[in-house]
């Protein structure tokens, strides 16, 4: 897309901008198809924080997440000259790592280790984080320990289905359709997986949330 | 646990919650290490050779398992149709078989005993007509087509062997009614 459409006002603005992305990436994959190795990795450094993002909230544990990240862009690279182009590369791309994820956690299966990142200093100054702790300052670091715990409990117990659907809408912002493309599902199916799942987590967290 | 009141818990919602966690997120070192790594096995994957029946999977597992599918349904499509028609036809085509195998001989054979039969030999003591069994009248008069054959025919020589006349056929040839003895 050129600078001259991209300043045009449109009504999809969010779609117009999916469409440049999409077109973008795969000049970058044909760019890699061709022999041109390198490019992979402005790939890498594109979709890195957001790959890892859903494999660490699907995992809760930080380096399991990096290496099921590096195995996905790896498995990307082995097979990008069978990518015909047909989903964007970011679905594509998406759906390799939480096929990856999903298949490890079920080798995993019972045996869970927890290892948190590090919550960025911004949570602290966040509006929610501040409403929560408005009435008590002093603890706001036990609290925000307290809550990542409760919150990657929370979610580590739904199942994998809803458990990605929750983290790919309400912590990636991603579409319901996108969602229903990365998992092959319906919109409907997503819709009602998410319903169930935030129905679920509200019971989890009943004491955050009242 | 810091217990929050109720005022302020009723603000927070489940969304507000989740979306906590994507401030969750390594810093700069975290990511040096990984590109590191990823590089490193990245050029491993580059370097490293596929074992040999990998490489061979891999070079048969696309085209060849397309064609493999088809082949097979058009097999399994071939074997729908044909089996039917030997089903259908299987005893049809024993029962033509053993015709076939029994028209030709017999008939010739009658047609043959037939023309040596004069008043002479049966020393005027003829008192039943004989009809002479032709496979060429009888093809050409009547509008059928011989698929029969014979597998007995005797003649009464004398009034004695009257009650042993027999047309011997078997039930199939019944229905064709081409020889018959009139008394």
């Known amino acids: 897309m050129d600078a001259t459409s991209s300043t045009t006002k449109s009504i999809f603005p969010?779609?117009?901008?999916?469409?440049?992305?999409?077109?973008?990436?795969?000049?970058?994959?044909?760019?890699?198809?061709?022999?041109?190795?390198?490019?992979?990795?402005?790939?890498?450094?594109?979709?890195?924080?957001?790959?890892?993002?859903?494999?660490?909230?699907?995992?809760?544990?930080?380096?399991?997440?990096?290496?099921?990240?590096?195995?996905?862009f790896i498995k990307a690279f082995q097979a990008i000259g069978r990518f015909q182009g047909k989903s964007s590369f970011f679905t594509w791309l998406y759906r390799i790592a939480i096929n990856s994820t999903m298949t490890f956690l079920k080798k995993r299966n019972r045996r869970r280790f927890i290892s948190y990142e590090n919550i960025n200093e911004e949570v602290s100054s966040s509006e929610i984080f501040e409403r929560l702790t408005a009435k008590n300052q002093s603890e706001k670091g036990a609290l925000i320990s307290e809550l990542q715990e409760k919150l990657n409990d929370a979610l580590q117990k739904l199942s994998l289905k809803h458990r990605t659907v929750v983290i790919l809408h309400?912590?990636?912002?991603?579409?319901?359709?996108?969602?229903?493309?990365?998992?092959?599902?319906s919109v409907g199916t997503v819709r009602s997986r998410l319903h169930y799942a935030k129905h679920q987590l509200q019971a989890y967290l009943k004491d955050y949330i009242g | 646990m810091p217990k929050l009141t109720k005022e302020h818990q009723e603000e927070v919602k489940v969304e507000d919650l989740l979306r906590l966690k994507r401030m969750e997120r390594p810093d700069d070192a975290f990511w040096g290490k990984f590109d590191r790594e990823l590089h490193q096995r990245m050029l491993q994957t580059l370097v490293k050779k596929d074992p040999l029946y990998v490489q061979v999977f891999r070079a048969l597992s696309g085209r060849f398992a397309q064609s493999s599918a088809v082949a097979c349904a058009a097999l399994f499509i071939a074997m729908m149709v044909v089996r039917p028609a030997f089903v259908g036809t299987g005893v049809t085509d024993f029962n033509v078989a053993e015709t076939e195998t029994t028209v030709s001989a017999p008939v010739l054979a009658v047609e043959m005993a037939m023309s040596d039969l004069d008043e002479a030999a049966l020393n005027g003591q003829r008192d039943y007509q004989i009809d002479r069994i032709s496979t060429e009248t009888d093809t050409a008069d009547a509008a059928f087509t011989r698929d029969f054959g014979m597998d007995g025919f005797e003649l009464a020589l004398g009034s004695a062997d009257y009650s042993a006349d027999v047309a011997a056929s078997r039930p199939a040839f019944g229905s064709t009614s081409v020889a018959s003895l009139v008394y």
């Open chain 1, 14 to 72: 969010a779609q117009e901008a999916q469409v440049s992305q999409r077109d973008l990436d795969w000049a970058v994959v044909q760019k890699v198809q061709s022999g041109n190795v390198g490019a992979f990795d402005q790939l890498v450094q594109k979709y890195r924080e957001q790959i890892f993002s859903v494999v660490y909230n699907m995992t809760s544990n930080r380096e399991d997440a990096s290496d099921l990240t590096q195995d996905a």
């Open chain 1, 170 to 185: 309400e912590i990636e912002g991603l579409e319901h359709a996108e969602i229903a493309e990365i998992t092959k599902t």
